[in-house]
């Protein structure tokens, strides 16, 4: 059957839902961000009640280093505002400085990876030690899946933006805008799963 | 994931779906088609669920263990609860009814993200079929439900893991919904429908997918966590390696009581559609059940510890709980006293929709008042973890969401099919399943009282004569499910054409033809602003009121 | 007119407040009571009944009536009257739920408090047991008012409980006993360490009306003073395996005179010594 979205249609108190047409993808990408923040909400609570409930046995208090996680910390506030960069060069329709933008947001990204898997390499503690262990283990590596995965996703808009007017552009920026929000919403996770985990 | 705006999908796969009755087992994106096939998959889970029951209370029919081997008992009551509540309820009175009803209610043509929306009903039949699957590929899971650490550690690993993964699936798949009925219903509203417009089931649904979207993560977490302590060999949730297995307790409950508003709340909508139609009134309190609802999901989020009040919970915590979880009843305890006000002074036709929706009242009220008193920390001592708590549960989830379920097969069939049902056929199935279902859990109160806890193979034998009644119950259950199949396999074929609005309801659904065309209504959305301006102008206001007054005096 | 359905709704209220008291009075659902808790909670338990009696008897009385009494009449296709709300009778019906709850809180409350659970945790008899720091004791519910039960107060007596797949044992510190199932005095407390070796087990008397998780890890303090002789089950009552339902044992209830008997039987420290 066809749509019914007649001009006429329009002037009469009976307007249908096809013109107004709105994009609602950002929001259930939202709604869905407030979840996925509720995972890492469940994986904060357990680990602060095992912090005050379940004492370390003599011996198994490890320091956990600072330099390296505020390291991390400032290379991901660093690629939140590199992205924004790049989200509003593609607004103005200038790809190219767009893209650059996305290469240095995925090289940050991947920076902080890097820097992750030294400080997994170096610490004294295994997954399996003690709780505490396992807990700082789940938290990061859950994490650490988000950015590995918002990675690539720069990755794919930065390839996939190569063409002027390629299926991401002026045009199409929901896929940009997306990863964005996905990309800020995984360093607010940061700054709140380092102030919990290393600064507390 | 796959994020799209309706109008535009529906019109390109349109041509791809397929036609007739294979559509139902496509990628459709029709949300009608979805939530029937969230309808029909729910059932056929319910059917299996149903026989696990009868598996259950054959082997109780007798105080020895002589049915099946133990840890046979244990998978089934494992698989019986995981399918009933993560297969049927969750998925029917949201998935099924949601999708289908929704987006009439707000005047739109699709969910808001209709490709999400068939992913999200495509995760279960796979989640479920792996669920069951385990009991003859490896042995399910035999934790229980509730999959309690150090036991789902030390139970064989592959069923428990299998059952974690399916339970995840199942989560994601609810999750995914959530997010499409809150786009659909706070984004999709067609122009000048305001939200106080819309009917009762949309607020329900409101408030059971926010509750979905901020617990169910926390459960997948959780589950997570399990998983590694049994493969990887973490400690979390394992004495022996300094965890602790009250954490768990604590994660698990703050999904899993949510998870008893989750089925429930739909069902209060449900009701609250259903009853003003049969007793041609407006509802009674629009804007109280709307609060009521509310209030309901925010009351919801802060009680789970009153299912730990034997664990060793400090006494602040169980206080908090305790007072937290008691005030739920007061919004509830409004929606009810709305319902009855709803039902006096009505014309009241007495088909099996009205009646299974009084039967959810009578149940629920019962399912509450126990509730109330386990709420209360001394009482819930003794009773918590024996039969008490099966039959309180019970008289919750099946006295209250499965009768809704039922009451909505027989209000909406009609549209779904375009027939009707057989009534007679339909009034039998609720005495059967009334009396059954009164009779197979009402004595199990009695039971847990006087000592027989819950999950067992083997029991006192002075408590054999009442588990058989139990039984017995549980067989007129099973029984009363024949006379529904035939009734709706008959109907569909030979029932009376219902023609569009066989109920002379004001909702939008009904405001099209039966079963509604692809984009639901042939030209623009119907603007309904009163869904339930049923009743005619009285001038026996005044009388109407003092009967109403009568009522209020009934209560103190 | 007006005037005699008050009148009436009143009458009836008044029969259903009458019916619900006498159901929670009078029909006995719990088994005997043989602990000085037991009858506390079975206080608690006529007063929610009762309020459920009348609660329940009165929404299913009204359901049912207007079942028949509004029920469409053949023929007639009129509407209902189009009432869709009333803003004192949602009042009404929002205050007095939020009031019965309140009292049933703060009354639960109390008798909570009686039964001891708000009590600080005295370890009972414990003293002498290894709590380094990092162990963490829960307390479950103490014995309660034992001087208004009209008995003497004695010290508690101290019995260490390990729960396992699928057994309890019982160990006397005083005399060393161990045993299978658990021989107590009446009139005096006893003040369990419970301990689980593997899952969570429960450890439940019903006649005592009491409960407790035995939670590995998580060693926990329970109090109780039996008050009726007699042999009670002990019940696990948490999902712990393929044995659960059959994980049970039982407590013997003993005046002292007998119980003191069975434990020179027992004790293999002399009793002399003690």
Known sequence: MTTVAPVEEASKENISQEEV????????????????????????????????????????????????????????????????????????????????????????????????????????????DNVYASTFYALTGFHGLHVTLGTLMILIVWWQTRKPNGRISSENVFPLEATELYWHFVDGIWVILFIILYLL | MTLASSPDLSKESEPLQPKGWLRYFSFSVDHKVIGLQYLICGFIFYLIGGALASAIRIELTSPISDFMPRDVYNQVLTLHGTIMIFLWIVPVVNGAFGNYL????????????????????????????????????????????????????????????????????????????????????????????????????????????ILVVLSTPVLAGTLILLSFDIVAHTGFFNPVMGGNVIVYQHL????????????????????????????????????????????????????????????????????????????????????????????????????????????????????GITGVAL?????????????????????????????????????????????????????????????????????????????????????????????????????????????????????????????????????PEWLTSSPPPVENWEGPAPLVKEPYGYGETPETLEVALDKDLELGGDEK | MPLSSAIRSVLLGIVLVVAGLWIGQNIKLLPVDASTNAPVYDELFRVLFSIGAILFLGI?????????????????????????????????????????????????????????????????????????????IWGGISSGSIEKSGMVVNAPLPVEVTAMQFAFIFHYPKGDITSGELHVPTGQPISMRLESRDVIHAFWVPEFRLKQDVIPGQPTILSFTATKPGRYPIICAELCGPYHGGMRSAVIVDSPKAYEEWFKNNAKTPVSEL
Request: aromatic fraction near 16%; include cysteine; glycine fraction near 8%.
């Open chain 2, 102 to 209: 929704i987006p009439f209610y707000v005047g739109a043509r699709d969910m808001a993200f209709p490709r999400l929306n068939a992913v999200a009903f495509w995760l279960i039949p796979p989640a479920g079929l792996m669920l069951i699957s385990s009991y003859f590929i490896t042995g399910a899971a035999e934790s229980g439900w509730t999959a309690y650490p150090p036991l789902s550690i030390n139970t064989p690993a592959a069923g428990q893991i299998i059952w974690i993964l399916s339970v995840l699936l199942l989560g994601g798949s609810s999750i995914f919904g959530g997010i499409n009925f809150i786009a659909t219903i706070l984004k999709l509203r067609r122009p000048g429908l305001g939200l106080m417009q819309l009917p009762m089931y949309c607020w329900a649904m409101l408030g059971t997918s």
């Open chain 3, 60 to 136: 299913t009385g009204l359901v049912v009536f207007s079942l028949i009494k509004f029920r469409r009449k053949p023929g007639d296709t009129s509407d209902g009257i189009a009432l869709e709300g009333n803003l004192s009778l949602e009042i009404l019906w929002t205050a007095i739920p939020a009031i019965v709850v309140l009292f049933v809180g703060i009354y639960s409350y109390d008798i909570y408090d009686r039964m001891g659970g708000m009590l600080p945790l005295d370890h009972g008899g414990h003293n002498h047991q290894n709590m380094a720091s990092e162990e963490r």
């Open chain 1, 21 to 128: 047409h709105h994009d609602h993808r950002l929001f259930g990408l939202a709604a869905f961000l407030v979840a996925d923040g509720m995972t890492f909400a469940g994986f904060f609570a357990a680990y602060l009640t095992f912090r005050a409930v379940n004492p370390l046995l003599p011996g198994a208090i490890y320091e956990l280093e600072l330099p390296l996680p505020t390291l991390n910390t400032v290379l991901l506030l660093i690629s939140s505002a590199t992205f924004h960069r790049a989200g509003q060069a593609l607004k103005r329709n200038e790809t190219d400085l767009c893209r650059r933008w996305l290469l240095i947001t995925a090289t940050l990204g991947s920076a902080f990876l890097a820097s992750q898997m030294v400080e997994y390499f170096t610490l004294p503690f295994g997954l399996t």
């Open chain 2, 375 to 507: 709420a209360q920390v001394p009482f819930d001592i003794h009773v918590h973890d024996t039969y008490f708590v099966v039959a309180h549960f019970h008289y919750i989830v099946y006295g209250g969401s499965v009768f809704v379920i039922f009451s909505s097969i027989y209000h909406w069939y009609p549209k779904f099919t375009g027939r009707m049902l057989n009534e007679n056929l339909g009034r039998l199935h609720f005495l059967l399943t009334f009396v059954g279902f009164n009779l197979c859990f009402a004595p199990q109160h009695w039971l847990g009282l006087n000592g027989m806890p819950r999950r067992v193979a083997e029991y006192d034998p002075q408590f054999t004569f009442v588990n058989q009644l139990s039984s017995a119950g549980a067989l007129l259950m099973a029984i009363s499910t024949l006379p529904f199949l035939w009734n709706v396999f008959q109907s569909a074929f030979n029932g009376p054409i219902a023609g569009d609005n066989p109920w002379k309801a004001l909702t």
């Open chain 2, 252 to 367: 698990f409950w703050f999904y899993s009581h949510p998870a008893v508003y989750i089925m429930v709340l739909p069902a209060f909508g449900l009701v609250s559609e259903i009853l003003p139609v049969h007793c041609r009134k407006p509802l009674f309190g629009y804007t109280t059940m709307v609060y009521s609802i509310m209030a309901i999901v925010v009351l919801g989020l802060v009680v789970w510890a009153h299912h730990m009040f034997t664990s060793g919970t400090p006494p602040w915590m169980r206080l908090f709980f305790t007072i937290a979880t008691s005030f739920i009843a007061v919004p509830t305890g409004i929606k009810f006293f709305n319902w009855v006000a709803t039902l006096w002074g009505g014309r009241i036709s007495l088909n099996s929709a009205i009646l299974f929706s009084c039967g959810f009242i009578i149940n629920f009220v019962l399912g």
